[in-house]
Nanobody, 124 residues
Framework: QVQLVESGGGLVQAGGSLRLSCAAS?????MGWFRQAPGKEREFVAV????????SYADSVKGRFTVSRDNAKNTVYLQMNSLKPEDTAFYYC????????????????????WGQGTQVTVSS
């Protein structure tokens, strides 16, 4: 069983930055970030492979968000810059039971463990 705990969310003005963290207990594979805004479906944001050498981003955040991981600390980060009001959502990190060192899954059904989420609110 893997437990994931997100932190770092909050309220920020448009154009500002936030860094989310996701601390894991247990063995993790690729670590993904997803978000869900009120009335909308959960959507993929970013993912980093188990090795940390491969990443993938949603088009809506490419060039503004950066995902990284520190395997020694079993923690993954999401640096969010140039935030926009449309980035407002609950952000979740997730990992799966299986995967190769280079896989970067983008579908929520490929993940087995989820954190409780952290709220990010961007004001205009």
């Amino acid at each position: 069983q893997v437990q994931l705990v997100e932190s770092g969310g909050g309220l920020v003005q448009a154009g500002g930055s936030l860094r989310l963290s996701c601390a894991a207990s247990g063995r993790t594979n690729a670590m993904g970030w997803f978000r869900q805004a009120p009335g909308k479906e959960r959507e993929f944001v970013a993912v980093i492979s188990r090795s940390g050498g491969f990443t993938s981003y949603a088009d809506s955040v490419k060039g503004r968000f950066t995902v990284s991981r520190d395997n020694a600390k079993n923690t993954v980060y999401l640096q969010m810059n140039s935030l926009k009001p449309e980035d407002t959502a609950f952000y979740y990190c997730a990992t799966g039971r299986d995967g190769t060192y280079y896989s970067t899954p983008r579908l929520s059904r490929e993940y087995d463990y989820w954190g409780q989420g952290t709220q990010v609110t961007v004001s205009s």
